[in-house]
């Protein structure tokens, strides 16, 4: 089975600032993707971003972008220009075919 | 456009009882997904399905059964509930091309056993 590994359990960040969650991963796959999920209070699972292993190029999506790096199976989350609105778990995700395992987790804190 | 819906949003069982959950998806979506989550964990795959009449066991299918007899419904069967099955359930769906494509979550069926 795959592995996802989240060290940060919780952290915050001033409304406005960046932060960067981390993400490491351990799979014997050539062929993955990689994913962040956020779960606020409601508990609903909303997807992030993706990034798909072959690619090179980091993903981003607006404030979110990603920094990849395969050789060490590394993963992590950059928010830019931090919202109320992202407080929330923040998940790591990857897959082997059709099934995903997940990280345990990263509680964002957003200080006004 | 509802997506993904589960019900019941909050039960309660006692030890050895059974229950089913219910997730339909009107994404006409062909792969679906159950999802434990405990407290303070990540998400474990229990059980998955690729298509209609076709499923498989994920990390953590003891205790639990599924079938898929339509692209839209995908239930779960706990059969002689235990403590230990007490967890967020969440079922997901996604168009399953090919690649892996993202998963579209419901909102979670907490369930507690006592």
């Known amino acids: 089975a795959q592995t996802v590994t989240q060290s940060q359990p919780e952290m915050s960040v001033q409304e406005a600032e960046t932060v960067t969650l981390s993400c490491t991963y351990d799979t014997s796959e050539s062929d993955y993707y990689l994913f962040w999920y956020k779960q606020p209070p409601s508990r609903q699972m909303i997807l992030v971003i993706r990034q798909e292993a072959y690619k090179q190029q980091n993903a981003t999506e607006n404030r979110f972008s990603v920094n990849f790096q395969k050789a060490a199976k590394s993963f992590s989350l950059k928010i830019s220009d931090s919202q109320l609105g992202d407080a929330a778990m923040y998940f790591c995700a990857t897959n082997t075919g059709n099934q995903f395992y997940f990280g345990t987790g990263t509680s964002l804190t957003v200080i006004p | 456009n509802a997506g993904v819906t589960q019900t019941p949003k909050f039960r309660i069982l006692k030890i050895g009882q059974s229950m089913t959950l219910q997730c339909t998806q009107d994404m006409n979506h062909n792969y679906m997904y159950w999802y434990r989550q405990d407290p303070g964990m990540g998400l474990k795959l229990i059980y998955y399905?690729?298509?209609?009449?076709?499923?498989d066991k994920g990390e953590v299918p003891n205790g639990y059964n599924v079938s898929r007899s339509t692209t839209e419904d995908f239930p779960l069967r706990l059969e002689l509930a235990a403590p230990s099955q007490t967890s967020v359930y969440f079922c997901?769906?996604?168009?399953?091309?090919?690649?892996?494509?993202?998963?579209?979550f419901g909102p979670g069926t907490r369930l507690l056993v006592l």
């Open positions: 997901a769906s996604s168009r399953g091309q090919g690649a892996p494509e993202t998963q579209y």
């Open positions: 399905s690729v298509g209609a009449g076709i499923t």
